[in-house]
């Protein structure tokens, strides 16, 4: 199967405005890449004027963008196509944990303590909740299981400062509250976590009115190698497109700024196509996403 994707985003600025993004799917999918995805940038005041824009790839190997938006503001779009296999998610119970001795030295990292998801906090209660479980992707599952039902969703309860210690206390959250709970529960039980986020639009689940088509989600090292699981949502999808990975939202901001801006239009779309779809020059079936916070200042 093949998936459309992209975004339009539009910000004001009355200066220039210094900005980074992170919205280019992950290099670990660019070899599923039909059409390239690059991003346009133009001058809202002009849009005949293109921004010129870099590249490089962060410490967690996620594709990163670096611009100078000109006073007045600026437009980002980009639009893609990405083949996918169609199926859903592995899920593989004979999955073992590894032993920290004999991980591999890149996992490491995901079993510490981050900004947004306090080991040290949730230790106990992690080892009360799970201590006693059978090691591996029961436990893993348990977690999920318990986050799924311990947090209630609400677009209206976003805040981008919750911490995972404060989503367990206060039992309500967005996706990536349910996300840095799950991973910090995990890490506190020696298990490797990572947060990610991207594009998870209604493809093979009945249409949700609700925007949604990002994301975020998390990935477990077990047996060897990174699963996916989801405490949002708790069943395997079809159609998830990763784009970035880090230790929590911190590390994966999809644009961080560096001055004072608005934020006036953020459209995203993600939708199964025909194999035979030819490019169309606009983004079609765009959905306006404020669900969360999509700058970090």
Partial sequence: MQIRYGYRIELTCPHELPLITMLDVHPSRRHDLVRPDAMVVTSLLDPSVTVPVEHYLDQFGNICRRLVAPAGGVMLQSEGLVHDSGEPEPVNPAAREMPPSRLPQEALVYLLGSRYCETDTLSD????????????????????????????????FARNTRTAAEAFDERIGVCRDFAHLAVALCRCLNIPARYCNGYLGDIGVPKNPAPMDFNAWFEVFLGGRWYTFDARHNEPRIGRI???????????????????????????????????????????ASRLWDAEPAIMT
């Fill in 125 to 156: 209660r992690a080892w009360s909740l799970f201590g006693h479980l059978p090691q591996g992707w029961a436990r893993v599952q348990a977690i999920v299981d318990f986050v799924h039902n311990h947090l209630t969703f609400g677009y209206e």
């Fill in 242 to 284: 990763v784009i970035a990975r880090g230790r929590d939202a911190t590390d994966v901001a999809m644009l961080s700024s560096f001055g004072a801006h608005i934020l006036q239009r953020f459209e995203v779309m993600t939708e199964e196509v025909e194999e035979a779809v030819s490019a169309k020059p606009e983004m079609i």
